[in-house]
């Protein structure tokens, strides 16, 4: 495959030219993906590595320090932070999603091969793994291990899991208010398989929003509200999107619910999305969202697989 062949922003076009051109190697993409293993490829990156970094002092460090803006610690306070992880884990292992604490790493490809999300705004690295940048979809990924490797079973039960991660991602929103290089989030998912009606949909969805419920009223003493919007990937998504409404009015969860207009170009989700909205000392925050997906699909090859997602940011509660 040659350069030209790849779809590529046009600065990263331009920056792929230009090293074309100065190693005067054409194919250099082609041979360094295709032409060797991902072994081989990963003993020649580590030693690109050690060379740099026998060239480098310990001024160059600090200047490679100041000058990046993935490495620089949150402007959280840190104990606080901790307190109120443990809370939430402890909210959502009450409701029956246990924590796990998750690696700082994940299998390289992670989100980009089984969702709609651009390897470039993840920040990857050597042995085959990237910087966690969605724990959802480790948790898919550590859910579908389980499932394949006959440790837990979707068909008997739901798996339910939770975990808090600081997240990284590459992306750069120059100063836009709220947009941080990296961050801490509460993550859920939920797995079953597919029980006809929206069975597991309706029941998973609601287990989510009960969790946050919970969060909000014991730790800030506020309530919250949920936006819907429906997306492609279920043949019937409006009516998935009545039942949830019916399924909660017919159990009086006291949760207002609002319908907004459908995304179905939004490949993301798959039958819906939801927002999760709050108010805490008189500022409304869009706190998080969530959704189904077919990731486990993917991953265990199977169309009865259901999962769904949601997390919430807690550097924004602060």
Known sequence: MKVSEYAMSSDGQKNLDRIVRELGVDDIVSLLSERISGADLNSLLLEVYKEKISRSSPGGLIKRYEGNRFVHPAAVDSIQLKELELDILRIARSHLAMPVQLSPVAPLGSCSIVATVDQNKIISANRGTEVVSDATNLLALHISYLIKSRKMKSRDDFIR????????????????????????????????????????????????????????????RSDIEVFLSGRGGYKDS????????????ERSINVPLSIKAPNNENQYYKGLQFTIVTNINGREHYIGDGGFVDWTQQLLGSKKERLIISAIGLDRLF
Request: some cysteine.
């Open 161 to 220: 899991l939770s975990t808090t991660h600081r997240h990284i991602r590459a992306q750069y929103f120059g100063n836009a208010p709220g947009m941080l290089p990296h961050f801490h989030l509460f993550c859920m998912v939920t797995a079953g398989t597919d029980q006809g009606s929206y069975r597991f949909e309706l029941k998973a969805f609601w287990e989510h929003i009960k969790v946050y419920q919970e969060i909000f009223r014991s730790l800030f």
């Open 238 to 249: 409006d009516g998935l999107l009545q039942r949830i409404v019916q399924y909660g009015e």
